[in-house]
């Protein structure tokens, strides 16, 4: 099986940076995605690593650690509109696992 | 392109009483899923279909829950009958293969929230 771990919430000032973290334990694993979710809204994509190492994409970036089971996600010059929950997820014999998600809200 | 549609948004049932969703995924995704999602929790994978075939449906209570995707495109989810810990959201998702990796992210649906009373 596979399970992720990821803090419930994280706090953070406009325009600092923020990382949320998220460890995983599994059998095969193929790679790491984050997802964006606001209230009442869907599950966006925002980056997937599929090899060790940062992939950036504008204001966001994501991380992945194999050797370490550990990934994640960087926010940078964040905006009140960050304010959402973050879920990892993983793929897992052809079907995507999500995490518990991390509600990030963004204080003026 | 056109987003996942789904439909009601919202619905308010009673426990023991029947409710559907439907679901219209994005043109050319040939793999749709239905998760659930709990206030509070992530995403839980119900059933993920592969056009018209069921790929897993490992987690989907088969006594009250069934879904279809006829022609493989739209697809529906039933409860029959709901009980209480059925409120949740019902997340609609399709992508074009089912890797779910970065060459094809899951598109979801706003989804329907549903509470049972």
């Known amino acids: 099986g596979q399970s992720l771990e990821q803090p419930s919430e994280v706090t953070a000032v406009e325009g600092a940076i923020v990382q949320i973290n998220c460890t995983y334990q599994?059998?095969?694993?193929?790679?790491l995605s984050w997802y964006q979710q606001h209230d009442g809204g869907a599950p966006t994509f925002l980056s997937y690593?599929?090899?060790?190492g940062l992939e950036e994409t504008g204001r966001f970036s994501s991380f992945l650690s194999r050797s370490d089971s550990y990934g994640y996600l960087l926010l940078q010059e964040l905006q009140m509109k960050d304010s959402a929950s973050y879920f990892c997820?993983?793929?897992?014999?052809?079907?995507?696992?999500f995490g518990q998600g991390t509600e990030l809200s963004v204080k003026p | 392109e056109a987003g996942v549609a789904q439909s009601p948004r919202y619905k308010i049932i009673e426990k023991r009483q029947s409710v559907a969703f439907w679901c219209n995924p994005i043109?050319?995704?040939?793999?749709l899923y239905w998760y659930q999602q709990i206030l509070g929790q992530g995403p839980k994978l119900l059933i993920q279909?592969?056009?018209?075939?069921?790929?897993?449906d490992s987690q989907l209570p088969k006594d009250r829950f069934s879904a279809e995707r006829l022609k493989g495109v739209d697809s529906t989810l039933k409860i029959q009958p709901a009980k209480l810990e059925d409120s949740a959201v019902y997340l609609c998702?399709?992508?074009?293969?089912?890797?779910?990796?970065?060459?094809?992210?899951?598109?979801f649906g706003n989804g329907t929230r549903l509470t049972v009373t």
């Open positions: 998702a399709s992508s074009l293969v089912p890797t779910g990796d970065g060459n094809s992210p899951l598109h």
């Open positions: 599994t059998s095969g694993f193929y790679g």
């Open positions: 690593n599929g090899l060790d």
């Open positions: 997820a993983s793929p897992q014999g052809g079907k995507l696992i």
């Open positions: 043109s050319g995704h040939a793999t």
């Open positions: 279909f592969q056009n018209n075939g069921v790929v897993d």
